[in-house]
């Protein structure tokens, strides 16, 4: 196994020599162009009608302002403009418009229809989430192609300043430097329009929420050089548990310089402000287990156990960054982002910690946090269009550097008792002082090489490679320990698409990851990186006569150098284990196929522990992670802004069964339904969303390895939303 492992990485590194060692491209005049077959022609025609001449964000925002409900270009998967047909890796575009017509307002809802992510855990009360992509954890953050390493304690970007996201699924290291082996989700803010833009949005709902937003934009010059973007909201809720409730505001401004024909500047921002009054920890209902004091007294998970005027958690962020394109000649072009990124939440509050046998007194507890992070990021890339004979390049060379700091403090302390028979509060609460504070910064810089390769009138190849260097510190301040982790890497891709004619293009790719590891054996000998090596073959079908995106993709997944417990002293750790994850993802997406928009998405997912130095964990499942997942959404919503009239839409969505930690307990299926409503006229569009319909109380996730409880959906939601466009 090892051997043959060796000898895939010796054929794909060979490949990539190959590709480094063509001369790359100067700028050339005509006389020097061999002549072209009519084939040559053809291609190298076809080519430039898909080439953008750099138009910058102009280009960009035009392209998704029109693809409606179904995307087929995205950067994420090559960070160059490839159409999503002609890359060899699984990629999943949640639009705007998708996104509008299942009234989508969390993270958690607009993945809730893609394939390959499960075990969506949002937090209402934090605006986080958690999840996994092909069965590995995922708790990255990407924005506008940006990573904010490091910045742990970030909440969602709300989705209402969103154009769309991004969904890259497997290993994705030759571009974005260390991550997941499950691959990257990239949030894609709205952008300055070139067309007069007017929204106001008015919303209320469950819970008692209400909201107001607006969305501008449009040229601030004549000559459309300067354009400008403003989008806004802020809103109010009660939370799940009784006494709590949230404040969320954001304002995101955005412009765009474009001094030259060739040049493009635009500058992103976005600042948020989480207000959370009443308890902030409660993310779901909770289902008492055996082993917790709470388990069978029949305390709803709803009763509040703190103290009104002292539970408090406020959260402040902020991003800041640029994106400037430049077309430096006929060949050569170049592209930088950059990202600055500040998130801070204090957080103070009385939790409860067991229930008396009388199921009379509830002992409690206080405990005070801190959580603070910043990052910053910088890629720039330089990529040439070009020709070797009958072979078409579109060269991709860059750098990138990241770095992240953050710093955790937490505080506890007692508090008084409270009597259900009573519920004494008002008590005097003290508040604790911080006893444990933690820091880190993280440093990476990454330099990549990638080739696209067009021959033969039909065939699109991928090759690259990247090294990075990732540095990590970790100070524990309260007992003075540094833990310093300085490792190095190498990944690389390889993949090729077949042009089978009709919209048919089959493919076949190889991609790898890492992870920082930090730690040591019990020799002191420093632990590698973990790694995720993936095969992936599949096809993408886009009919030439219709607006629709089909695809299918097989994978085998592995994440290795895991660590396990060292059989010689279990005190130690070693890197013998591996997880892997082999599947088959479906997904259809059609728009407006006799007056019927369609999204379908169906997951098998074998995700378990292949190697482990305690044999009993071998076979494993993955917890939380369904074998199986599907949905389909339809809807009557016409494309556009062209929508007058009744339009109505639903959706099924089926998780699979699933374990938890230690595989001793199996959660059933559950299938979940979602309605809409809609009602457009002179501008107006009035939306109804359901989501939950019939109220399915399901587990979203178990904690038992850690607490004795399992977090359970808390049910329907109704949204309702009035939009004005003018």
């Not at 061999?34 to 035009?62: C, H, Y």
């Not at 075990?119 to 986080?128: C, N, R, V």
């Not at 402040?316 to 998130?343: P, R, V």
Request: glycine residues 10%; proline residues 3%; hydrophobic residues 30%.
């Amino acid at each position: 196994m090892k051997k043959t492992s060796r000898t895939r990485k010796s054929l794909l590194y060979a490949l990539l020599s190959s590709s480094l060692l063509w001369h790359l491209p100067m700028t050339a005049n005509a006389a020097d162009e061999v002549a072209s077959t009519p084939e040559q022609t053809a291609a190298e025609t076809d080519s430039s009608q898909r080439e953008f001449i750099l138009e910058g964000i102009e280009v960009t925002d035009e392209r998704l302002k029109e693809e409606g409900y179904i995307a087929k270009h995205s950067t994420i998967g090559t960070k160059t403009d490839t159409p999503l047909s002609e890359t060899a890796q699984s990629i999943s575009i949640i639009t705007r418009e998708q996104m509008n017509n299942r009234g989508v307002t969390n993270f958690a809802e607009a993945l809730g229809y893609t394939p390959g992510v499960t075990s969506l855990f949002h937090s209402g009360e934090g605006q986080t989430y958690g999840l996994n992509i092909r069965g590995f954890s995922y708790d990255g953050a990407y924005n506008n192609g940006s990573s904010r390493l490091g910045s742990y304690y970030a909440s969602d970007f709300d989705m209402y300043s969103l154009e769309r996201v991004e969904v890259l699924r497997g290993p994705a290291s030759i571009l974005y430097g260390a991550g997941s082996p499950g691959g990257i989700i990239n949030n894609v803010s709205k952008r300055p329009t070139t067309e007069p833009l007017r929204e106001i949005q008015l919303q209320t709902g469950s819970s008692d929420k209400f909201s107001g937003a607006l969305d501008l934009g449009g040229p601030l010059t004549e000559d459309g050089k300067l354009l400008f973007r403003l989008t806004a909201l802020k809103s109010k809720e009660d939370l799940y548990t009784d006494s709590s409730t949230k404040e969320h505001s954001f304002i995101a401004p955005a412009l765009t310089w474009k001094p030259a024909e060739n040049t493009s500047l635009t500058l992103l921002s976005y600042f948020n402000k989480d207000d959370l009054k009443g308890t902030t920890e409660e993310l779901y209902r909770r289902n008492y287990l055996p082993g917790s004091s709470f388990y069978g007294s029949g305390i709803s998970s709803k009763t509040y156990f703190g103290e009104g005027d002292f539970d408090r958690a406020i959260r402040n962020q902020s991003q800041i960054g640029y994106i400037l394109e430049h077309k430096i000649n006929d060949i050569w072009s170049m592209t930088q982002t950059a990202s600055h990124f500040h998130t801070s939440m204090t957080q103070r509050g009385v939790t409860a910690d067991s229930l008396d046998s009388a199921n009379q007194t509830i002992s409690r507890s206080t405990k005070a946090t801190g959580r603070y992070g910043s990052s910053d990021s910088i890629d720039t890339n330089f990529q040439a269009k070009w020709s070797s004979g009958a072979v078409t390049h579109t060269t991709l060379l860059g750098f990138d550097y990241q770095e992240g700091e953050y710093n955790w403090r937490w505080g506890g302390g007692s508090a008084p008792d409270l009597d259900l028979s009573t519920m004494n509060y008002g008590q005097a609460i003290t508040m604790p002082a911080y006893s444990y504070i933690t820091a880190g910064k993280t440093k990476q810089n990454g330099y990549y090489l990638q080739d696209q390769l067009k021959f033969g009138g039909r065939w699109t190849a991928v090759l690259g490679g990247r090294y990075d260097r990732y540095d990590n510190i970790f100070r524990n301040v309260s007992n003075g320990t540094t833990t310093i982790t300085d490792q190095n890497a190498f990944t690389g891709r390889a993949g090729i698409v077949y042009d089978a004619g009709n919209g048919v293009m089959p493919y076949i790719s190889y991609n790898e990851s890492f992870e920082g590891q930090g730690g040591s054996d019990r020799h002191g000998k420093a632990f590698k990186p973990t790694t995720g090596q993936q095969y992936e073959l599949g096809v993408q079908y886009e009919p030439k006569k219709m607006n629709a995106r089909f695809t299918a993709a097989i994978f085998d997944l592995r994440k290795q150098n895991v660590l396990t417990t060292d059989p010689v002293d279990t005190f130690f750790q070693i890197q013998t284990g591996e997880v892997a994850s082999k599947g088959l993802e479906l997904e259809a997406n059609m728009q407006a196929f006799k007056g019927v928009n369609l999204t379908l998405a169906y997951t098998l997912l074998n995700n378990k522990i292949t190697k482990d130095s305690d044999a009993a964990k071998v076979g494993r499942r993955t917890e939380n992670v369904p074998r199986h997942s599907a949905s389909l959404w339809l809807d009557t919503v016409k494309p556009g802004d062209t929508a007058e009239g009744w339009s109505f839409g639903g959706g099924l969505r089926y998780i699979g069964s699933r374990y938890n930690y230690y595989n001793t307990r199996k959660f059933g299926g559950s299938v979940l339904t979602d309605a809409m409503v809609r009602y457009d006229t002179n501008g107006w569009r009035y939306a109804l969303n359901v989501t939950n319909v019939f109220d399915k109380q399901y587990v979203v996730s178990s904690a038992d390895y850690w607490a004795y409880y399992d977090s359970v959906d808390t049910g329907r939601k109704v949204t309702l939303t009035a939009t004005y466009r003018w």
